[in-house]
Structures are given as C-alpha cells and as structure tokens.
C-alpha cells in the first residue's frame, strides 16, 4: 500500500448464530457497529456461513478482518489470532460452515483479488450445539475479543498510532 492510499478494510464476522458459540463472530461484528469507536470507512460485514459468497463483497479489499468461532481444542473462550500465512495452519474439516475461512482466503488468491494483510481473530467455542445463546466463557470473551479486533484496525489505519482509541465521530476527540 502506497503512503498515500487509504485502506480498504472489511470487518467480517462469521459464524452461525443457531449454533451456539459458532455465532460469537456475529455477536462480536455487532458489537463492532454499536461501538462509537468504529472508524469511519470501515465495512463490517455479516458474512455468517455464506463461503464463497462473499467473494464479491472482499473484493478489492487491502485488509480483511475476520471473526469467527475456531475449534483448537483450548480452554472455551480462549482467543487466537492468525496473520496472513498462518491461516493455512487452521483446523481443517472441524467447522460446521461449508466453507472454512481459508477457503474463502485462498480463493481470493486464486482471482487475484488476496488482500495484503488478513487477519483471524478466534475463538475456542465451548459448544456448538443448536442453541442462540453463547455459552459463559465465550460470552465473557466477547470484550478481549471486541478490544482486539479495534486495536487490529488501528493499527491499518494509523500504524504510527497504534494502541491509540480511534473514535467514529469526530465530537468524541
């Protein structure tokens, strides 16, 4: 990305929120546009368990920002993130989506569409059972999670500020 060009940055929230947990990157999404922290421009997206169908809405991003339920085996509520190449390092074949998030990457590199920066932020699900509500331990990740997800923005939008509260308004300066 040039000194002068903005980023194209999408927060992508995934999951299905009839599966307990699975649904906590649409809580989190949600929580994102009810922030009055939000930076302007940025595009958060629903993107639940659409797959490829969401290619056309990636396109000619630089930065894409995912949030999902990540099965690794770790204590419930437990966050990760993975940059980048480390996406190839997820759990394949453990998602209840048709499609895993990699997938959706990896097209994108395949039309030559890839972002520069991409980023995951998961979380250990304690259930994924049929159900609408998140489990405790997820539920109490939800802040960590939000906190993360705005200090990733951040850090695209003004890298030299990073850590620093970015507000959508600029009354709030």
């Not at 499609?99 to 030559?112: E, H, P, Q, W």
């Not at 920066?117 to 979380?123: I, P, Q, S």
């Not at 951040?154 to 507000?167: I, N, V």
């Given at each position: 990305?040039?000194?002068d060009a903005s980023p194209n940055i999408a927060a992508l929230g995934l999951?299905?929120?009839?599966?307990?947990?699975?649904?906590?990157?649409?809580?989190?999404?949600?929580?994102?546009?009810?922030?009055?922290?939000l930076p302007?421009?940025?595009?958060?997206?629903?993107?639940g368990?659409?797959?490829?169908?969401?290619?056309?809405?990636?396109?000619?991003?630089?930065?894409?920002?995912?949030?999902?339920?990540?099965?690794f085996g770790?204590?419930?509520?437990t966050l990760y993130r993975f940059a980048n190449r480390d996406l190839n390092s997820l759990p394949a074949g453990k998602s209840v989506h048709l499609?895993?998030?990699?997938?959706?990457?990896?097209?994108?590199?395949?039309?030559?569409e890839a972002p520069s920066?991409?980023?995951?932020?998961?979380?250990q699900p304690e259930s994924t059972d049929w159900g609408v509500a998140l489990s405790p331990s997820v539920a109490a990740a939800l802040n960590e999670l939000l906190e993360a997800a705005l200090s990733e923005i951040?850090?695209?939008?003004?890298?030299?500020?990073?850590?620093?509260?970015?507000?959508r308004d600029a009354d709030h300066i």
């Open positions: 990305m040039s000194m999951g299905n929120l009839m599966r307990t947990d699975d649904g906590v990157g649409i809580h989190a999404i949600r929580r994102l546009l009810e922030s009055d922290r302007r421009g940025v595009e958060v997206i629903e993107g368990t659409l797959g490829l169908d969401l290619l056309p809405r990636l396109e000619g991003m630089t930065h894409v920002l995912a949030v999902d339920a990540v099965e770790g204590p419930p509520g499609l895993g998030f990699s997938d959706l990457v990896n097209a994108l590199r395949l039309l030559g920066e991409v980023v995951l932020l998961g979380v951040a850090e695209w939008l003004e890298p030299e500020t990073a850590g620093m509260t970015l507000y």
